[in-house]
T-cell receptor
Framework: DAGVIQSPRHEVTEMGQEVTLRCKPI?????LFWYRQTMMRGLELLIYFNNNVPIDDSGMPEDRFSAKMPNASFSTLKIQPSEPRDSAVYFC?????????????FGSGTRLTVV | GNSVTQMEGPVTLSEEAFLTINCTYTATGYPSLFWYVQYPGEGLQLLLKATKADDKGSNKGFEATYRKETTSFHLEKGSVQVSDSAVYFC??????????FGKGITLSVRP
């Protein structure tokens, strides 16, 4: 398996622009998670899905952030409009049912810079 | 709620030194415990895990034992290498397969 695949690896955009981050989880994994990592705040869980359904989006910072999972093999995280404080590394992770036995598999992340 | 506390960093060691990174947790029920490692510019990778009390997880020379009586899961390695320089995260699972992470600690190993 190719693992969790994220694209793009790097994104530089201007303030106010829309940004879309993409994630392909491992086939057969029921859960998908979006995290944000910054030096100041560490790893933050933004939202997670179970069987394509959003379960907990309490970590989404504001209405500018939205996430979708239209099918089991694809998810997007969208920021509209983007702001400089959104600059971070965004990770996607997936796990089969029962993360207690398997843990998560993380993608390589998307480094977002908003100028 | 669940929480993970890691020792403050960063940690700098010479090659071949002994490593201990402390991790304690607070959780309801019987969580599984994990150590993740993040090398520069990469995502997090699962290093080792333990799913029940007294289990020992091990990988790449690293070990950690699930101590329920002290609610701890300290990471150890007998002889670190320069290639072990990375950020290390302790984590536990709670309800709904959610992982709770510690803040992470940066390890730098000098030649």
């Amino acid at each position: 398996d190719a693992g969790v695949i994220q694209s793009p690896r790097h994104e530089v955009t201007e303030m106010g622009q829309e940004v879309t981050l993409r994630c392909k989880p491992i086939s057969g994994h029921d859960y998908l998670f979006w995290y944000r990592q910054t030096m100041m705040r560490g790893l933050e869980l933004l939202i997670y899905f179970n069987n394509n359904v959003p379960i907990d989006d309490s970590g989404m910072p504001e209405d500018r952030f939205s996430a979708k999972m239209p099918n089991a093999s694809f998810s997007t995280l969208k920021i509209q409009p983007s702001e400089p404080r959104d600059s971070a590394v965004y990770f996607c992770a997936s796990t089969p049912r029962g993360a207690g036995n398997y843990g998560y598999t993380f993608g390589s992340g998307t480094r977002l810079t908003v100028v | 709620g669940n929480s993970v506390t890691q020792m403050e960093g960063p940690v700098t060691l010479s090659e071949e030194a002994f490593l201990t990174i402390n991790c304690t947790y607070t959780a309801t029920g019987y969580p599984s415990l994990f150590w993740y490692v993040q090398y520069p510019g990469e995502g997090l990778q699962l290093l080792l895990k333990a799913t029940k009390a007294d289990d020992k997880g091990s990988n790449k020379g690293f070990e950690a034992t699930y101590r329920k009586e002290t609610t701890s899961f300290h990471l150890e390695k007998g002889s670190v290498q320069v290639s072990d320089s990375a950020v290390y995260f302790c984590a536990l699972t709670g309800a709904n397969s959610k992982l709770t992470f510690g803040k992470g600690i940066t390890l730098s190993v000098r030649p």
